[in-house]
C-alpha cells in the first residue's frame, strides 16, 4: 500500500522560507509524476507544482503561476522523497499543503485532483504578514 507523508509545514513571515517534504513508502516510483496541491480555508484544493520522472531522468517540471519563480519542485531518488521550496512567502501561501502521486499519466496537465491516485495527510503552512 502506498503512503505519502508530508513534513516541512509551520510559522513562517512574509519574504521568509520553508522546505516541505513528501516522504514514498510502500512502493518505489521509478516512473511517476508526483505533485503539490494545496488549501487555504474555505477554498477548494489547488494545483500548485508537478514533477514526472522516469528512471533517473526528470522529464518535466510544473508550476502555477502563482508560485513561478518562488517556489522549486524536486525529488531524491535514493529517498524516495519528493521537496518543495518555497521562497519568498506570501500571507496568501497560507494553506494544508499535500503531496500526491499519479500511477499513470491522465492527461497533458495533470493539474487537477481526480488524476491523482494517492494524497498525503498534508502539513500547514502559515505565512504571517
Known amino acids: 500500500q502506498v503512503q505519502l507523508v508530508e513534513s516541512g509545514g509551520g510559522l513562517v513571515q512574509a519574504g521568509g522560507s520553508l522546505r516541505l517534504s513528501c516522504a514514498g513508502s510502500?512502493?518505489?516510483?521509478?516512473?511517476?509524476?508526483m505533485g503539490w496541491f494545496r488549501q487555504a480555508p474555505g477554498k477548494e484544493r489547488e494545483f500548485v507544482a508537478r514533477?514526472?520522472?522516469?528512471?533517473?531522468?526528470?522529464?518535466?517540471?510544473d508550476y502555477a503561476d502563482f508560485v513561478k519563480g518562488r517556489f522549486t519542485i524536486s525529488r531524491d531518488s535514493a529517498k524516495n522523497t519528493m521537496y518543495l521550496q518555497m521562497n519568498a512567502l506570501k500571507p496568501e501561501d497560507t494553506a494544508v499543503y499535500y503531496c500526491?502521486?499519479?500511477?499513470?499519466?491522465?492527461?497533458?496537465?495533470?493539474?487537477?485532483?481526480?488524476?491523482?491516485?494517492?494524497w498525503g495527510q498534508g502539513t500547514q503552512v502559515t505565512v504571517s504578514s
Open positions: 500526491a502521486a499519479a500511477s499513470r499519466i491522465r492527461s497533458a496537465t495533470m493539474r487537477t485532483l481526480d488524476e491523482y491516485d494517492y
Open positions: 510502500g512502493h518505489t516510483f521509478s516512473s511517476a509524476i
Open positions: 514533477i514526472r520522472w522516469s528512471g533517473g531522468s526528470i522529464f518535466y517540471l
